[in-house]
């Protein structure tokens, strides 16, 4: 595609924006993390956990400044952009650590501020102010809609909703699709009834039973306060020819509400928000994916490298502060590891190391340093073998939240049990082999046939100790990885 | 991997699963399952090293050498450059002579001083990968014990004797093990037979200077004998582990060493040497000069590990530090050892791993 004016106009933007900033960081230096990841894989909890450790110096042993005692203090500053909700950290930790049920997700952009005293290795004191920017990482998989025209969209949309599970769920939509005539007169009446049925395919498609991922355009999912306005209600068409949409059709309608999306949404959002981070987590729920079976797996690995075309990674120089703000650590984290034994860890963080091999790939050449982990901001669960006739099973003890079954009976919320999820295999490629092969899930089959299962806990039990104290997996490797440079 | 385990939830409060803690393990009994909850890994202390800080300001004591040096290196040009025109105002063939043996001295230079900033290279190199491995040991790091072992297997290549434990450790690098686990096979694999020849030269060297002290008609004929050997010693140590440092490399490994030395208290009696000294007064009583001689092979003992510790190219984790006192045994049971026939583990060594 040819850069067109208003491509060129954005880039101007975004360097004028970058050079103010760069202006601004001399004097005080400002580092803006961003926390992501789809619906459910704790944002959150990790920027709760997160928070609360640097506040209350928790137990990192990894996160070199803090374990050496060169953080003075960290605290909380007021949320500098005026436009942007805070993170409302105060009511998360009380939900965690009081009332033990995790905190509400992520249903907008929110952002925090928190202020690191420290003294630098060679002995100045230093002040580091930490901007976390937490955003749906739906949205994210509209970035790359920038790039694509409706027709283009449409035909995507239509092809991956035929495929595999999809296509059972999007049954209703795809019967009020073929009597929709695409150069038929325009009709807000087909618009809203065409938008609700491919809204209805979206969210169905969410559902712990398929939990798929690629899912765009994300506002459908969350729509805030654009619940109900044009720029919401449109849906992909079946197009057959590529020629122009003739003017005054149900066709060109659509295609002017998708621009509409594009120009309202997606480029503000990537402007003001995505284009400013310097560095960036995207938390996986791959534990979900595993629930539900191999094509939620396939499907998450394409949302993922969706996610990943739109990261301009690549190693901060001076010039590029001031032209071009690039994000120069990515940190996948598979988050929720507590609810697999330490056995199974490195086999995790391989599975999402080859989910996001390509893309990983393309961001080292760029010059951006990448890792894999997998972590638990907060740990709920204690680990255990369990014997069962003559097998040893490594297992894990925590408190199935109320509803959750397995086996005989539901879960009521306070009895502690010992889960034992499945083995994840040795060789990663082995549960991408084939759509069905892999694996047996949710969506293919019965509960007691499926071969993993994790069931969801409720957060750990306060330590009686002076300290309120999270415990965590990793979340001190997360943390040197993505600061620990700039706490040197 | 065996064939896939369905996965399973048990209730702790149901009357067939029994909780065992790991203390007190149970038979089984009338329970069908038993679960046994494992210590938190969390509570493990993990050290890690704070960052040093870095020197500010302009390194003035190394300018003033560096300036100095740079002077004496032109003055003796110079002398040579009029040296050899002297010799051609002479005769031709004098001076062409001169300009070749000139030439040669230089070449050597060369190639004399590539040689020594290789060992230089090398002894870094070496030093590096001890702190990478204790790095990656502390953070679990799965990438950069791997890092760690394929730069270990390249420091050891030339090392004949780990032929067959380097092509394991290939085979290693391959299957999915945990960064930390990783880096202790290594050293279990490719270390303990160093360690084994490490520990056989330290004691062979403190054997030495123990019994030339004893018989040696003057104290100065000990000291330089002492002196040598432990030069020597620890340059076959540090040829061994694979840092082959050339002369100026040895200086530094010798300061390394000593300095080591300093920081362990290394000449503090341990309660070890001291249970030895104890044991063995009886011999001091006998003769003066034999007492001296167990002190002095105990001292070079002494450096002998220090320069094991400096020279080795992954921390001790997975083996036992070898201890003064495995030395200080063979030291004085020398005369029992000599009688008898070698065998194949000395008391105290770890077997490497089958």
């Keep these: 595609m040819p850069p067109t004016l208003s491509t060129i106009v954005e880039e101007a933007r975004l360097a004028v924006q970058s050079l103010v900033e760069y202006a601004g960081g001399l004097v005080n230096p400002t580092l803006r993390l961003g926390v992501t990841g789809l619906t459910r894989a704790g944002k959150t909890v990790f920027i709760t956990a997160l928070v609360h450790n640097l506040l209350n110096g928790g137990r990192l042993p990894v996160f070199e400044a803090l374990n050496s005692g060169r953080i003075a203090r960290a605290r909380l500053e007021p949320q500098p952009d005026d436009a942007v909700p805070r993170f409302d950290y105060e009511a998360h930790v009380r939900a965690l650590v009081d009332e033990r049920r995790w905190p509400e997700s992520t249903r907008r952009i929110s952002e925090l501020r928190v202020v690191i005293d420290y003294q630098s290795a060679n002995g100045r004191a230093r002040t580091l102010t930490l901007d976390i920017v937490d955003y749906p990482g739906e949205w994210l998989l509209d970035l790359p809609l920038i790039g694509k025209s409706f027709a283009d969209w449409s035909a995507e949309t239509l092809r991956l909703s035929r495929q595999g599970p999809r296509a059972g769920l999007a049954a209703a939509w795809h019967a009020h699709l073929a009597a929709l005539k695409p150069e038929s007169p325009e009709d807000e009446h087909a618009a809203l009834a065409a938008a609700r049925l491919f809204t209805g395919y979206l969210k169905a498609c969410r559902d712990e039973r398929y939990a798929m991922s690629l899912l765009p355009p994300g506002r459908f999912l969350m729509p805030g306060d654009l619940a109900g306005s044009p720029a919401l209600t449109f849906a992909p068409l079946e197009l057959a020819a590529t020629s122009p949409a003739p003017a005054g059709s149900l066709w060109a309608m659509m295609e002017r509400r998708y621009e509409a999306y594009k120009l309202v949404v997606v480029r503000p959002f990537f402007r003001d928000h995505f284009a400013r981070l310097d560095r960036q987590i995207v938390l996986v729920d791959a534990l979900a994916a595993f629930n539900a079976g191999p094509a939620a797996l396939h499907d998450l690995e394409g949302a993922l490298t969706a996610i990943l075309d739109c990261f301009r990674t690549g190693r901060r120089s001076w010039l590029s502060n001031l032209f071009r703000p690039r994000i120069d650590r990515l940190l996948f984290a598979a988050t929720k590891a507590d609810q697999l034994h330490h056995v199974n860890h490195d086999r995790l963080e391989r599975i999402l190391g080859r989910m996001t091999e390509r893309a990983a790939g393309r961001a080292r050449f760029a010059g951006a340093a990448i890792d894999a982990v997998a972590l638990a901001a907060v740990r709920a669960t204690r680990e255990a073998i369990v014997v069962r006739g003559r097998e040893r099973l490594p297992s894990i003890i925590g408190v199935p939240i109320a509803g959750e079954t397995a086996g005989a009976g539901a879960f009521d919320g306070a009895t502690e049990a010992a889960m034992f999820p499945g083995d994840l295999p040795d060789d990663p490629e082995r549960l991408f082999t084939g759509p069905c092969e892999g694996f047996k899930g949710l969506t293919t089959s019965v509960a007691a046939e499926a071969d993993y299962r994790f069931l969801r806990v409720r957060p750990p039990a306060p330590e009686t100790s002076d300290r309120p104290v999270l415990p965590h997996i990793r979340l001190d490797r997360a943390l040197q990885f993505l600061l620990g440079d700039h706490l040197a | 991997m065996s064939a896939h385990r369905k996965p399973a939830a048990f209730r702790l409060d149901d009357p067939h699963v029994v909780v065992t803690s790991p203390d007190e393990p149970r038979g089984r009994g009338r329970a069908t399952v038993l679960v046994t909850p494992e210590p938190e890994p969390a509570s493990v202390v993990v050290a890690v090293e704070p960052l040093k800080a870095r020197r500010r300001g302009l390194p003035w004591g190394a300018l003033f050498w560096s300036a100095l040096g740079g002077l004496v290196t032109l003055g003796f040009g110079l002398a040579v450059a009029q040296l050899i025109e002297d010799l051609f105002a002479r005769s031709d063939a004098l001076g062409y002579f001169a300009l070749a043996l000139a030439v040669l001295a230089a ?168 249970q030895q000294m104890l044991g063995h007064g009886v011999a001091a009583k006998v003769s003066a000069r034999l007492g001296e001689g167990v002190l002095n092979g105990l001292l070079t003992a002494r450096l002998g590990l220090a320069a094991i510790e400096v020279s080795r190219p992954l921390p001790f984790v997975a083996l036992a530090k070898p201890s003064i006192g495995d030395l200080v045994g063979d030291l004085l049971r020398r005369r029992e050892r000599a009688d008898e026939a070698p065998r194949p583990a000395e008391s105290g060594t770890p077997s490497p791993a089958a």
């Design chain 2, 107 to 274: 070449v050597a230079l060369a190639a004399v001083v590539s040689r020594e900033v290789a060992g230089l290279l090398r002894l870094n190199a070496v030093e590096r990968l001890r702190e990478r491995a204790e790095a990656a040991l502390a953070a679990d790091d799965h990438d950069g014990a791997r890092a760690v072992v394929r730069d270990l297997l390249i420091v050891e290549r030339v090392e004949p004797r780990l032929a067959r434990a380097r092509s394991e450790m290939q085979v290693h690098l391959k299957e999915i093990i945990d960064g930390a686990d990783l880096v202790r096979l290594a050293e279990r694999v490719l270390m303990a037979p160093l360690d084994d020849a490490a520990r056989a030269l330290v004691a062979a060297a403190a054997k030495r200077v123990s019994v030339v002290t004893a018989v040696s008609p003057r104290a100065a004929v000990d000291m330089a004998f002492v002196l040598v050997t432990v030069v020597g010693l620890v340059r076959r140590l540090a040829d061994l582990y694979g840092a082959r440092p050339g002369a100026l490399g040895l200086v530094r490994l010798l300061r390394l060493t000593v300095a080591h030395l300093a920081v362990t208290g290394g000449m503090a009696a341990s309660d070890s040497l001291i």
